[in-house]
């Protein structure tokens, strides 16, 4: 952070000559790194050799700190890295050498072929991103006691963003939500829009409901109105979407579904581009919005991730590119048996031509780096969570799920292992029947994540299921 340096001692300022040549150095890496393709960056992120030697042992993997703080040589460094002069991690709630390296990785990835410089900080959980992504703009902006603030957001969104956003925020503190329900519709947006928007929020594909819109239309609309636009794309992760491409400011991730495939815990991520559209006025915000996350609100706030998780997740990043790839083609085949299915009322999969969403969803879910091996083209892939509804209502679905013996029957989804859940009785239970209605969230719906397993054996335990109705 820039800062006078007047003062300071001249041994503080020594030290912050010294953490200005680290910071060209990684300037220099992340320029070359900008240069490599996808699954390049997804194997190594940020985590160089010239990290490695410097500062972990030449270890080839990024190392697990489980120190909650970290040792300074002498008093003037310490004052140095506390006023955020020089690059450092102070104490594990507010930054750590893990942590670091999972940032730089997840800003790479969504930053890739944007042209964009990002920045990324991550959290305990996917609902920490989510309430760490949106609470700066919940922010009084003038002495009124009475001043009014809205955001505005389809009502397509996972269960727990639907908790957050209309009891936590609306309910609890008065910052009213307006749900769109219609979101392919860019004028049912502008609609809610008014002086007193202070964000627009979309999650594309969404969960469970597999809703897509035209998202440049989209962040077109907010900027136009000065506010931003934060998309949650957990569903398609950077492998099939990179959201700030096309206008987003700010990407918000549970980093606990198919980023972390294995399925070894929870975490979160938000990533921002450099000068975001808002109407809050705080010139350090809007400059650099994850970095000043990081350096304020989430050092007060306290939701970060514990390093241990940081490497599960680098670890099942690697492969990221590929995964999506068979996952979405697995996910392709079950979708088209479904839609086959005499049993089955519905399939949403944004992969089938008959979707509603399928031309809009086509523009823009594209597997990353696809057209280096198609002739210039890239290739669509849709994702591995689609839904289904069973003929004969909520009884009928229950009998179909409970005939599963390889399909886990699980909250869960981004898996490698196929799992499935009923949302209405699970994910989507709190919210109540209306709710549940407005988002389509019907009783009879299955939502399906198709793992690596060979599809013909998805598909034969899919049968099983179907078998007893
Ligand atoms: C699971 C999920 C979240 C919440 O993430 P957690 O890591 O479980 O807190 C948010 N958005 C979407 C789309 C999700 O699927």
Known sequence: ????????????????????????????????????????????????????????????????????????????????????????????????????????MLALLEGYGTGLE???????????????????????????????MNFVSSCHVYGGTFQQFSIRRHQDRGH????????????????????????????????PTISFTDLAA????????????????????????????????????????????????????????????????NPE???????WVKFLPYRDNGPSMNPLHAVMVLNDLRTLRSKMDLVSRNSQTVAEYLAAHPKIEQVDYLGLPDNPKHAVAKRYLKLVDSELDNGGVPVNRYGHLMSFRVKGG??????????????????DLGRIKSVATIPAISTHQQQGEAARSMADVAPNLIRLCVGGEHPNDVIADLERGLKRV
């Open 394 to 411: 909520g009884e009928a679905a229950r009998r179909v799920f409970d005939g599963f013996q390889m399909i886990w029957r699980a909250t």
């Open 285 to 291: 915000m809007k400059a650099d919005f994850a970095s």
């Open 1 to 104: 952070m820039s800062a006078d340096l007047s003062q300071y001692s001249a041994g503080v300022r020594a030290w912050v000559e010294k953490g200005r040549a680290l910071v060209a150095q990684r300037e220099e890496e992340l320029q070359r790194l900008r240069a490599c393709r996808f699954d390049t960056l997804s194997v190594h992120g940020l985590y160089t050799m010239r990290e490695a030697i410097a500062n972990n042992q030449g270890s080839i993997i990024e190392p697990a700190y489980l120190a909650t703080s970290e040792h300074y040589a002498d008093a003037d460094a310490m004052e140095a890295a506390l006023a955020y002069l020089i690059p450092t991690w102070c104490y594990a709630r507010i930054a750590n050498p893990t942590t670091y390296y999972l940032e730089w």
């Open 218 to 281: 989209l962040a077109d609309l907010a900027h136009a109105h000065g506010i931003p636009l934060i998309v949650d794309a957990t569903v398609a992760t950077p492998a099939l979407l990179r959201p700030l491409a096309h206008g987003a400011d700010i990407v918000v991730h549970s980093v606990s579904k198919t980023m972390t495939s294995s399925g070894m815990g929870v975490g979160g991520v938000l990533v921002a581009r450099k000068n975001i559209v808002t109407n809050i006025d």
């Open 118 to 148: 990002t920045s990324a900080v991550v959290t305990a959980s996917g609902m920490a991103a989510i309430m760490t992504a949106v609470d700066p703009f919940a922010v009084k902006r003038s002495k009124d006691p009475a001043e009014r």
């Open 176 to 207: 009213e939500v307006r749900w769109v329900s219609d979101v392919m519709n860019i004028d049912a947006w502008a609609a809610r829009i008014d002086a007193d928007t202070r964000f627009v929020y979309v999650e594309l594909p969404s969960n």
